[in-house]
């Protein structure tokens, strides 16, 4: 069945470092892929998304690329900041399941110390 | 923010004892959907609807049922709680069928089961 892997946590970085949260995906057909954010004590919030393979989604300075070739959905930021220190979810939703339904990875935690 | 409310955020309870958590949306979305989400498996789908009376089971559905009659309310039933039930239940919205591919979700509910 479909399934989603992101790399192990916790991830500890300085501000102002490079960020790379790894995510890789089996999926059949074509799968809608997505980051969603959770910040301590709240639900998720869809951070990106990519539809097509080679889309490239980004919001608040993240990126992520749809890469079919490497089954990749890695998620990056130049410069991250203390705010940005919360739980990173990668999710697929497969459209031959006709449900909306997702796939998520089991969650990388981020925590950035000025 | 999509208008999902879920209520209690908070509930303590009995091994045994029968605990209902409702999700409601302003949203008219068609589809609907509870997680649960514990530590190294990140969200996995209990239940989900498709629609008024519609609904279907998901990965890890045992021990749990589901309703909907109206469109905008949801209701997740665990009729004789256990303490592997412990967990925080989120629920989500989706009009997967109009193209749009994300999810939205609620703020979530800590359930503990004593």
């Known amino acids: 069945g479909d399934s989603v892997t992101q790399m192990e946590g916790p991830v500890t970085l300085s501000e102002e470092a490079f960020l790379t949260i790894n995510c890789t995906y089996t999926?059949?057909?074509?799968?809608?892929l997505f980051w969603y954010v959770q910040y301590p004590g709240e639900g998720l919030q869809l951070l990106l998304k990519?539809?097509?393979?080679?889309d490239k989604g980004s919001n608040k300075g993240f990126e992520a690329t749809y890469r079919k070739e490497t089954t990749s959905f890695h998620l990056e930021k130049g410069s991250v900041q203390v705010s940005d220190s919360a739980v990173y979810f990668c999710?697929?939703?497969?459209?031959?399941?006709?449900?909306?339904?997702?796939?998520f990875g089991q969650g990388t935690t981020l925590q950035v110390k000025p | 923010d999509a208008g999902i409310t879920q209520s209690p955020r908070h509930k303590v309870t009995e091994t045994g004892t029968p605990v209902t958590l409702r999700c409601h949306q302003t949203?008219?979305?068609?589809?609907m959907y509870w997680y649960r989400q514990d530590p190294g498996h990140g969200l996995r789908l209990i239940h989900y609807?498709?629609?008024?009376?519609?609904?279907d089971k998901g990965e890890v559905s045992d021990g749990y049922s589901v309703s909907r009659s109206k469109t905008e309310d949801f209701l997740l039933t665990l009729e004789s709680a256990t303490s592997s039930q412990t967990s925080v239940y989120f629920c989500?919205?989706?009009?997967?069928?109009?193209?749009?591919?994300?999810?939205?979700f609620g703020q979530g509910t800590r359930l503990t089961v004593v």
């Open positions: 989500a919205i989706s009009d997967f069928d109009r193209g749009l591919t994300e999810a939205f």
């Open positions: 999926a059949t057909g074509y799968p809608s």
């Open positions: 990519a539809t097509k393979a080679d």
């Open positions: 999710a697929l939703t497969s459209l031959s399941s006709n449900t909306g339904k997702l796939i």
């Open positions: 949203e008219n979305h068609r589809y």
């Open positions: 609807s498709y629609g008024v009376k519609d609904t």
